[in-house]
């Protein structure tokens, strides 16, 4: 059974955002994505001060197998990123949904947030 | 391919009891891993692994003058092997392409096993049925056999318990026999490096004998693990790293092609053996950390001159890095040479190295 925290924001293509605090929300994979996956071995990070528009391709997950892009659901610039990531690409494997994180996110169209599925909503379109 | 052209292995359901992950390879529904491809890599070099290989085709080929045929359609000379000895061989098309990897097994005098890829069954019998003179049996047993590929150090203790008081062939060795009133054939041969046989069981019984496996220590592993273990020792898998517009020789195979018999395509071998290859299939190692490599990457020199694209490549869960292979211009795939892999605009600093990754 997938971790779906309720307060998470999700998107179509199975991206989670943390609730905003100051405008700064945080971007993982859901815990779906990552079973899908398999073991993570790589994670290709996106560079702190980038700015990206919400459907644009910022990051990669890669397994043994496969790669996959990370689609940000939210428009703003990049402020941080888990560089603890590099060393132990397994965590998102691991807790994808907490340590698992990839990128911080300043949001430049808050509104966006309204646009993505409730935990509800994930849970059901992952069935 | 859709659901309704995809096959499944007479254990498919098995498979999915026992947790595993599915996806199409080569016409075939077949387990990518089950518990993670990591640790069944793993469990394959230290200990005992079990793949399901029932997609690889079988033939059998006998009638008098049978050596002689398989002689001129294969690159190896099958006046090597004595009767119950096998050995890796290839079927060229005219212009000395590959059309197929294979292991042939000696039964008796002109009498053969043959075991092909999954993907090219229906076009090795069809080039082989085409080529064949009057009086030579070619039958197409594919169907007929679940092949279980037991592989890792412990095998030889699995298979004690599997068949007690049977002793494995030697290496390269086939051996025919009854247990549990189902004729089986054991191949002593294997595509991951390690100690290890191939079972083939009637398909019928599969089930019964993939149980068994399991309980006398094999673990399920699935095609993820199989890939990843045999690019570790850079065996080349068909369809990838072996193509109908490249030769053995181009493919770092010339030690099973005997150009001093005549098979198809020998002249194009003899050819680039007196003048030189046009390429070559070179095995690349990252310097460091970085994206894995996979199938189609460009490979360039450090100063961007283009060299290929990569075959196969993974992240190697025995070294820890990056690990691939692309076909070169072969002037310029010198082992020591350095080269960058591009993963999505970004070069990742990489070396040619000596064949294969894994020193054993």
Redesign the interface.
């Known amino acids: 059974m997938s971790t779906i925290p309720a307060d998470y924001k999700y998107s179509s293509e199975h991206e989670w955002v943390s609730p905003a605090v100051d405008g700064v929300v945080t971007l993982g994979i859901s815990d779906f994505a990552q079973s899908e996956l398999g073991d993570v071995v790589y994670v290709d990070l996106p560079e702190v001060g980038n700015t990206y528009a919400a459907g644009d391709s910022i990051a990669a997950v890669e397994s043994v197998k496969a790669a996959s892009e990370v689609y940000t659901p939210v428009s703003g610039e990049i402020v941080e990123v888990n560089e603890a990531l590099d060393a132990e690409p397994g965590t998102v494997n691991s807790d994808a949904c907490g340590e698992g994180w990839i990128c911080k996110i300043k949001l430049s169209e808050p509104g966006e947030l309204d646009g993505l599925m409730d935990a509800a909503a994930y849970e059901e379109f992952c069935k | 391919m859709n659901s309704d052209t995809i096959k499944s292995t007479p254990l498919c359901k098995k498979h999915v009891a026992l947790g595993a ?1 599915m996806v199409p390879f080569a016409g075939w529904n077949m387990p ?2 089950y518990t ?4 069944e890599h793993n469990t394959v070099r230290t200990a005992c692994g079990v793949f399901d290989i029932s997609h690889m085709g079988q033939f059998l080929v006998n009638g008098a003058g049978t050596t002689e045929w398989l002689n001129k359609m294969f690159t190896n000379n099958l006046n090597k092997l004595v009767d119950g000895m096998g050995q890796y061989s290839i079927m060229l098309n005219e212009k000395g392409g590959v059309i197929d990897d294979l292991i042939i097994y000696r039964l008796a005098e002109d009498d053969y096993f043959v075991v092909v890829n999954a993907s090219m069954i229906d076009e090795d019998f069809a080039w082989l049925t085409a080529h064949k003179p009057e009086g030579i049996n070619l039958v197409n047993k594919s169907d007929a056999y679940v092949g279980l590929a037991i592989q890792g150090p412990t095998c030889e203790e699995v298979f004690a318990s599997m068949c007690p008081g049977v002793e494995l062939p030697v290496r390269n060795g086939i051996l025919m026999f009854s247990a549990e009133g189902d004729d089986l054939v054991i191949c002593r041969t294997g595509y991951t490096g390690e100690n290890g046989f191939e079972f083939f069981c009637p398909a019928e019984q599969g089930v019964k004998w993939m149980e068994k496996a399991i309980a006398c220590g094999a673990k399920p592993c699935g095609l ?1 693990a199989r890939d ?1 273990l045999r690019l570790e020792m850079c065996y080349s898998l068909n369809g990838s790293d072996l193509s109908p517009e490249k030769t053995p020789l181009e493919a770092g195979l010339s030690w099973c092609c005997d150009l001093t018999k005549d098979f198809i395509g020998v002249d194009v071998l003899r050819e680039q053996k007196a003048n030189g290859r046009p390429t070559a299939l070179v095995a690349i190692e990252y310097k460091g ?4 490599p ?1 199938h189609g990457y460009e490979v360039q020199l450090p100063d961007g001159t283009p060299l290929g694209e990569l075959c196969s490549g ?2 190697s ?1 025995s070294l820890g890095k990056g690990i691939a292979m692309a076909y070169v211009p072969a002037a310029l795939g010198k082992i020591g040479t350095d080269v960058n892999v591009i ?2 605009g970004k070069a990742v600093p990489a070396t040619i190295i000596k064949k294969p990754f894994l020193k054993k």
């Open positions: 992950k990518v891993q993670g491809i990591i640790d993820g990843s950390k970085g994206a894995p996979r993974v992240l869960p993963v999505r």
